[in-house]
């Protein structure tokens, strides 16, 4: 069984990310969850190297975020990545986000791009 690595809830999200990678030029990938430590995207890329660090970039509104991660685990259907540094602000951002729209916490879902 895996360990729980998140502090806090991961929020499912439909995000989207600019991802780059040393050997590939940046594409956009759905974002599934998000934790203050790390998030779940797509991989319509089909990245299959754990360890590797990748660029997220992440724009909101009149707010950007350029993110160092690592990915963690990959296969098919997605890619789980940890961030190099807590990202609680796009974190707090989203869940505020969230709030205002009175949805339960469990029941969360929502377009950022």
Known sequence: MQLERRSEQRLEVSLAVELSHADSPGTTCR???LAPEGMLLENNQQLSTIGARVELQIKW???SWN???LITHCNSEC???MFCQRQSEL???VTQLTSSHGLP????HFVVS
């Open 31 to 33: 974002v599934h969850n």
């Open 61 to 63: 509104s009149d707010r």
């Open 67 to 69: 993110i160092p991660a």
């Open 79 to 81: 890619i789980g990545v």
């Open 91 to 93: 974190y707090r951002t």
């Open 105 to 108: 916490k469990s029941r969360r």
